[in-house]
């Protein structure tokens, strides 16, 4: 079947920004070897004991706790300064110390409150280049998984048992919450009155989903957010100021990477751009080094790409200007195939009862009181754009797999609710993520959303139920058309699917495109690209840690999986040389000819103290928290 193209919530904004020889092979190479390059490659002096490619949520865990072990570690963002806190300068008008990176409620507007730049132009769908990445502009749900989103596809060492330990230690510096005003209170709660009605009112319970994840049928919650001490949390808040100062480590912004550098089975280093077109090698510590890529599930293939990995046919469209490794040297791995994400459908009811809604200018020009109760922590703007969420379960008759589905739901105008819906843990689409015709943007190859009897019928099987809950006698709610007129009470669920089916958009929640599994994607019928320490198959030293390996989608949004399983990545990186995230080795050293980030350039990151001005709220706060964040990791580290 068929369905509309799907495009991310903010597509139009993104598509039209897109618009716009013999030696140690662990040894460095020449960077102007093997085939297609023009450009004159400078290589740097410094090496690193690991490069990680992407400063995403992925890359800032991965980054972090690898440089806590004492390792040198280089991390490489495409993109530049984000939250406040890492020396973003694009502040809201009300308050010159935050972004709007940094404020929850402005979450569901950034893509018309900051620079185009935020947003990658060469993926095939909506992504973050910005310090944080995706992490940094998204909407800000952040669900604990379920055991069965790991118990169900994950290889043996990636069960929900496997990865406790890594799950604990995550959320112990990471919670999220669903109460982020520091005054106890929820803000702005009319369509959550209506809506927790509606569904107790048909069997759904009230739960936590941050202490009681594994409950995924017929609930509704409080939105769960990645929100910390009333800003955008995340590991640029959690993670990045343990180590930000530590003389073994350096973030590089404004620089992409573009290659891997490799001889044969060993990368020597990477390839990058800098911001002002020029490209550099730099290399890993010989013998030892190892190069981790977290650029994101629609970057990382092309990175595989561009260092002749991936099928023979993605490599062929390679641009001239890439240096390639000689034909020899190509690894045939599935890299891009099997790509799966999260579709959405949004259904609009109207209420039965008066029910007011804020206007957009509420979050993007607030009012005086809005303002003050912020300067304390408190109010609307700390809160995400969502008011209530629930989960419930179906099972598809052409299959007989149980999958889930996601609702998040606000008010966006008087007397209406709006549910945007997911098919998430269980959806069975997918499609490739490919190259276009020139080699520099990545693209699918067909829609992955809805391509399924099996995923159709779960939006059918839940569409079918709420047709009825709509149109009980004592329903406080009337099912609407996509044109906003009521639905016909006899309307069918396949005949309510067709008319929502315009609305449908993407999750922005890719995976499976550099996908871990125990089968060499070499081999016949293999279809891994990565082995269970997250190996590239037939690489000795370089590693994908982001959504790309994740073999299947969770049930909610993807934003706290991926960074559990980064830990959980990690974990089994450091195992490869002896070594634990609770008990490094402390004879550890960085590399001898390891440098200090540079004081001035485009690619280095201003300290938040360089920003904020001595004994002020923001340098207070700041400091405050990373004494507490060192006190936390000194406590870790020496038990």
């Not at 102007?32 to 949520?57: L, M």
């Not at 510096?173 to 669903?178: C, K, L, S, V, Y």
């Not at 573009?258 to 290399?283: C, L, M, P, Q, Y």
């Not at 797999?401 to 609710?417: E, I, K, W, Y």
């Amino acid at each position: 079947m068929t369905t509309a193209g799907a495009k991310s919530a903010d597509y139009e904004t993104w598509a039209a920004l897109a618009e716009t020889g013999s030696h140690d092979p662990s040894e460095p190479t020449d960077p102007n070897t093997g085939t297609n390059t023009t450009t004159p490659i400078t290589t740097s002096n410094t090496t690193y004991d690991y490069i990680i490619a992407g400063a995403g949520p992925a890359g800032l865990v991965a980054a972090g706790r690898l440089a806590e072990t004492g390792a040198s570690v280089l991390l490489i963002e495409r993109g530049g300064a984000s939250l406040s806190s890492t020396g973003g300068t694009e502040v809201v008008a009300w308050n010159s110390s935050v972004t709007p990176y940094d404020v929850p409620g402005m979450a569901y507007y950034l893509s018309s409150s900051v620079d185009a730049s935020t947003y990658c132009t060469d993926t095939a769908s909506q992504a973050g280049c910005i310090l944080g990445g995706s992490g940094t502009i998204n909407a800000l749900m952040f669900v604990k998984p379920q055991d069965a989103d790991f118990n169900d596809k994950w290889p043996v060492g990636w069960k929900s048992e496997d990865v406790r330990g890594a799950s604990d230690r995550f959320f112990a510096r990471n919670p999220g919450t669903e109460l982020a005003s520091a005054d106890g209170k929820y803000y702005d709660q009319g369509a959550f009155g209506v809506l927790s009605t509606f569904f107790a009112a048909n069997g759904f319970k009230p739960v936590s989903s941050l202490e009681e994840p594994n409950r995924k049928t017929d609930v509704f919650a409080h939105p769960p957010m990645n929100v910390h001490e009333h800003m955008r949390g995340g590991p640029l808040k959690t993670y990045l100021p343990l180590v930000e100062n530590m003389d073994n480590f350096e973030l590089t912004l404004n620089t992409k990477v573009i290659r891997a550098v490799r001889n044969a089975t060993w990368v020597s280093g990477v390839e990058v751009e800098k911001h002002d077109g020029s490209h550099e090698i730099i290399n890993v510590t010989p013998r030892t080094g190892k190069v981790i890529l977290a650029a994101g599930a629609l970057s990382t293939p092309r990175i595989l790409f561009y260092s002749g990995i991936g099928p023979s046919t993605q490599i062929q469209t390679v641009p001239s200007t890439v240096t390639l490794p000689a034909k020899g040297q190509w690894i045939e791995l599935p890299v891009g195939e099997g790509v799966m994400d999260h579709p959405i459908i949004s259904i609009t009811l109207g209420t039965k009862s008066s029910l007011s809604a804020l206007e957009s200018t509420a979050y993007t020009s607030p009012d005086n009181a809005t303002i003050a109760l912020w300067n304390q922590g408190s109010g609307l703007l700390t809160q995400s754009g969502q008011r209530l969420n629930f989960w419930t379960s179906v099972k598809s008759p052409a299959d007989g797999q149980t999958r889930f589905l996601q609702g998040t739901c606000n008010s966006p105008s008087a007397d209406t609710v709006k549910i945007k819906l997911y098919v998430t843990h269980g959806l069975t689409s997918s499609t490739n993520l490919v190259l276009d015709s020139t080699g520099r943007n990545t693209v699918f190859s067909g829609s992955p959303y809805v391509q399924t009897q099996g995923d159709l019928e779960a939006y059918e099987g839940f569409l079918d139920r709420l047709i009825k809950m709509a149109n009980q006698p004592d329903s406080i709610l009337m099912l609407q058309l996509s044109d906003g007129s009521e639905a016909p009470a006899n309307i069918t669920a396949a005949e309510l699917f067709a008319d929502l089916n315009s609305t449908l958009t993407s999750g922005s929640h890719f995976v499976h495109s550099a996908k871990m599994g125990p089968d060499d994607g070499r081999q016949s019928n293999g279809t891994s690209v990565v082995d269970m320490n997250t190996k590239v198959y037939g690489i000795d030293n370089l590693f994908v840690v982001d959504a790309s390996m994740h073999p299947d989608l969770p049930t909610g949004n993807t934003q706290a999986i991926v960074m559990v399983a980064a830990e959980r990545a990690v974990e089994r990186i450091l195992a490869l040389d002896g070594l634990r995230i609770n008990n490094s080795n402390p004879n550890l050293r960085p590399s001898r000819n390891l440098r200090k980030s540079p004081r001035s350039g485009q690619g280095y990151v201003p300290k938040p103290w360089m920003t904020a001005a001595k004994g002020s709220p923001r340098h207070q706060a700041y400091t405050r928290g990373l004494y507490e964040h060192k006190a936390d990791m000194r406590d870790m580290y020496s038990s």
